[in-house]
């Protein structure tokens, strides 16, 4: 696949060429939960999101290297805590539980999930080292600030550039320098859990949690970083702020990625505005497929509003999918080879690659996935309407092969592609050999593009094609 990937980086407020900064691993952090209560289908939403981001990353051969924190240990926890009766920990515990679950319901794989809480030493030192640096300063009460005035470029990510603009933690606004300086480390008050440090007890900021277990994992310099939208101010502007300062890197992130809400009556799902419906009663009544064709189906910079007939619709989408793989594996099974195309037979190998290339397009320009969810579309079209009245083994080898490289990045349809198409070697053979032909056919009527992508697949599964005069060769290639 040479279509080149590109995508939007919130900090230049453009689309940029794909250029990871070692290839073929992509290092990427996205912000996880605050485990103070339920995760719901916002969330959903722009984890799935990220989620389609990572795939068609690995789809396109890199290797996706991905950390998503939990934040154990913050105000809401604890307010929280104090509101049920029970310790901060019980109520960090229920919910971190709740949201592993949930990831695995929808088929979604993160690997490392660093808590907040088991890299309290790293945060320390993290601070320590703004302090020695002049970028921290320790107040009276014991609480570490940020200041913001000995950053040239603060406000970059957002694009807010003006003191008033920059305000922020205003309970603690009596002992900083400046009013918009941040806390990195929070003084405990009575009553709160605390961790013992050099300036006392207290517990992190949020910013610095996520400055410091992203770089924990990944490095000081590292691709990608994500989050939700609402995240770009403070919380990112801030964790760039620190990060750059304490590193001497910049940029500290190659690309800033944010995903946009989920809406109801055009408001943002959240606990605040008491609008939430849970990733449990989602995934309860739609099923985790439904889930994820319906949050694929809008871009992710968008806002999605939810809707309940919207969503329902998807149900039948992924019914389609699943007969249109069940009527490949059956024709695979019961028809043999032919001996030779028709016309009819290679237009729909056209359109099959068509179909395949279109969806390339779309993913590879800034992950465009309701334009990829049309070929999806279009490719299940094919099946029913020129594959399955035809019965040809070569057609549903090929859509089945496009389907399941589709199904990489869906994700809906594992269960049904598990099970490999068994096929008895010297059969593989004689498919080859029937690959040759018709590849040769192709070739004698000069459609070298279709015939040089066939031979660029056969490589790709270590067949070598040679063209002689009078036909064409292969090799197991090694
Ligand atoms: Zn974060």
């Not at 990427?28 to 795939?55: E, M, N, Q």
């Amino acid at each position: 696949m040479s279509i080149a990937i590109r995508i939007y980086n919130t900090m230049s407020r453009s689309i940029e060429p794909f250029e990871p900064l070692k290839p073929p691993i992509v290092k990427a952090y996205f912000c996880g939960p605050t485990v103070y209560d339920h995760t719901h289908l916002g969330h959903v939403r722009s984890y799935l999101a990220f989620d389609f981001i990572k795939r068609y990353l690995r789809l396109r051969g890199y290797t996706v290297f991905h950390v998503q924190n939990i934040t154990d240990i913050d105000d809401k926890i604890i307010r929280r805590a104090q509101e049920e009766g029970v310790t901060w920990k019980d109520i960090a515990d229920k919910y971190t539980k709740e949201y592993l679950e949930i990831l695995q319901k929808l088929n979604i794989t993160v690997d490392i999930h660093p808590r907040v809480t088991e890299h309290i030493k790293e945060i320390i030192e993290f601070i320590q080292l703004l302090i020695d640096k002049g970028y921290a300063y320790v107040a009276p009460s014991g609480s570490v600030y940020f200041d913001v005035s000995q950053v040239q470029d603060y406000g970059k990510l957002s694009k807010r550039f003006k003191s008033e603009e920059w305000r922020q933690e205003e309970e603690y606004l009596a002992e900083k320098r400046h009013p918009y300086d941040f806390a990195l480390w929070k003084a405990a008050k009575p009553g709160e859990p605390w961790w013992e440090s050099p300036w006392g007890r207290g517990r992190p900021g949020w910013h610095t949690e996520c400055a410091v277990m992203s770089t924990r994992y990944l490095g000081t310099q590292f691709d990608i970083h994500g989050g939700g939208q609402d995240l770009i101010f403070p919380h990112h502007e801030n964790e760039i702020a620190m990060a750059e300062a304490a590193f001497g890197v910049k940029p500290w992130v190659k690309y800033w990625i944010h995903v946009g809400y989920l809406t109801v009556r055009g408001e943002k799902m959240s606990k605040s505005l008491g609008n939430i419906v849970t990733a449990k009663e989602a995934l309860d009544k739609w099923g985790p497929e439904v889930l994820r064709l319906w949050v694929f189906s809008a871009h992710y910079r968008k806002q999605l509003e939810f809707n309940e007939t919207l969503l329902e619709s998807f149900k039948v989408l992924y019914q389609r999918l699943v007969n249109a793989v069940e009527t490949l594996k059956r024709i695979v099974k019961n028809s043999s080879i032919a001996h030779h195309l028709s016309d009819d037979d290679i237009a729909t190998l056209r359109k099959l690659e068509e179909v395949e290339i279109r969806f390339h397009e779309a993913m590879s320009e800034d992950f465009n996935t309701p334009k990829a969810l049309e070929a999806v579309n279009e490719l299940v079209s094919l099946v029913f309407k020129e594959i399955e009245p035809r019965e040809r083994l070569e057609l549903a080898l090929r859509a089945y092969t496009i389907i399941s490289n589709f199904n990489v990045v869906l994700g809906v349809l594992d269960k049904h592609l598990k099970e490999k198409i068994e096929l008895e070697s010297d059969i593989i053979e004689k498919l080859i050999d029937l690959i040759i032909r018709v590849r040769t056919e192709l070739r004698k009527r000069r459609e070298y593009e279709l015939s040089d992508s066939i031979r660029q697949e056969l490589l790709a599964l270590g067949i070598k094609v040679f063209d002689y005069k009078d036909g064409s060769k292969w090799v197991w290639e090694k």
